[in-house]
């Protein structure tokens, strides 16, 4: 079992920095993979970054936050983070930010936490 937990959402106004962070807990040693996900209200669920365990070169984005997010991940005795840089915000990024992560044999993301809030206002 893989717990989740996310910090470091908050409002700030456009053109402003956010970092939210992640930590994974419990039985990670079989994680292979992380991602940032977000949704805001009548919106579709979207990948917002993801990234390969103790692989940076492996970290992809969705089109609408490249060049202004970058997602990286830490690997400690009893815990992974997982972090998200996010840069010059847009109105259109408010949403619940969730952390989430997967096993190595298998390619949906099955491990969830419980969201930080994102508000960015114009």
């Known amino acids: 079992q893989v717990q989740l937990a996310e910090s470091g959402g908050g409002s700030v106004q456009a053109g402003g920095s956010l970092r939210l962070s992640c930590v994974a807990s419990g039985s990670t040693y079989n994680q292979c993979s992380m991602a940032w996900f977000r949704q805001a209200p009548g919106k579709e669920h979207e990948r917002v970054a993801s990234?390969?365990?103790?692989?940076?070169?492996?970290?992809?984005?969705a089109e609408s936050v490249k060049g202004r997010f970058s997602i990286s991940s830490e690997i400690t005795r009893d815990t992974l983070n997982l972090y998200l840089q996010m840069l010059s915000l847009k109105p259109e990024d408010t949403a619940m930010y969730y952390c989430a992560a997967r096993r190595c044999s298998v390619t949906a993301f099955e491990n969830w936490g419980q969201g930080t809030q994102v508000t960015v206002s114009s």
């Open positions: 990234i390969d365990i103790g692989n940076p070169n492996s970290a992809t984005y």
